[in-house]
């Protein structure tokens, strides 16, 4: 069966220092793989999206980046963190689009 | 208009209550819809798939209105542990990604 990691579950950062979560998936092959960030008390926000290795699509200007190293591992960073980037942060894979399949997410606090 | 809109709530209800959201999308080319349930500081989660005119799955159904271009979320005997956000979702092929609607939060009283 298909699982996906996301880790970590919490975060708490200053700002102006780097970032880099991590998500996997095991169990399936080609994936397409997501970033959403939803922010407290409101909805999902597509941030990247990857139908392939190194193929990455971004939704909104941000100072956030996304990799796809190999085809199961997607990646979030950034630079320099802004207090802006506070959120939960969560990864989620699909076969087509259909329905998504999300991980655990990450809570990140900027200080 | 949203690509996705959804009532926020809250729905307050007692329990053994009928309640209903609705969700409208924009883009009249979707051919499915889900729901997604979300616990508070959890992952969303799939409730049910809608790909035709309707699905019910025991006291929860999801009814298709594609003239009107929404979609509904029908819970029957609400129980306590029905408390949670609703998200609509509409995929996005051109995007190949999912819409999330921003939910609508219930809260089902004793």
């Known amino acids: 069966s298909q699982t996906i990691h996301q880790w970590p579950a919490t975060l708490v950062q200053p700002v102006g220092s780097p970032l880099s979560l991590e998500c996997t998936v095991e169990g399936t092959s080609n994936p397409n793989l997501y970033w959403y960030r939803q922010a407290a008390g409101r909805g999902l926000q597509l941030l990247f999206y990857s139908v392939g290795i190194g193929q990455i ?4 200007p941000q100072n956030l980046s996304a990799s796809r190293p190999q085809d199961r591992q997607f990646i979030l960073s950034s630079k320099k963190l802004l207090l802006s980037d506070s959120g939960f942060y969560l990864c989620a894979w699909s076969a087509s ?7 655990q997410g990450t809570r990140l606090t900027v200080v | 208009r949203k690509e996705v809109e959804q009532d926020p709530g809250p729905f307050n209800v007692p329990e053994g209550a009928t309640v209903a959201f609705n969700c409208t999308y924009s883009n009249s080319a979707s051919q499915s819809f889900f ?4 616990d508070c500081r959890k992952e969303p989660k799939l409730l049910m798939s809608v ?3 309707g699905n019910e799955d025991g006291r929860f ?3 298709l209105n594609r003239a009107s271009q929404y979609i509904s979320l029908l819970i029957r005997d609400s129980k306590l542990s029905d408390s949670a956000t609703y998200l609509c979702v509409v995929p996005d092929t051109g995007r190949r990604a999912l819409t999330f609607g921003s939910g609508t939060r219930l809260q ?3």
């Open chain 1, 57 to 60: 699509s971004s939704e909104v």
């Open chain 1, 97 to 103: 689009v259909t329905e998504a399949f999300f991980g």
């Open chain 2, 35 to 38: 729901w997604y349930r979300q």
């Open chain 2, 51 to 53: 790909y035709s005119s």
């Open chain 2, 61 to 63: 159904t999801a009814q």
């Open chain 2, 108 to 110: 089902v009283q004793p």
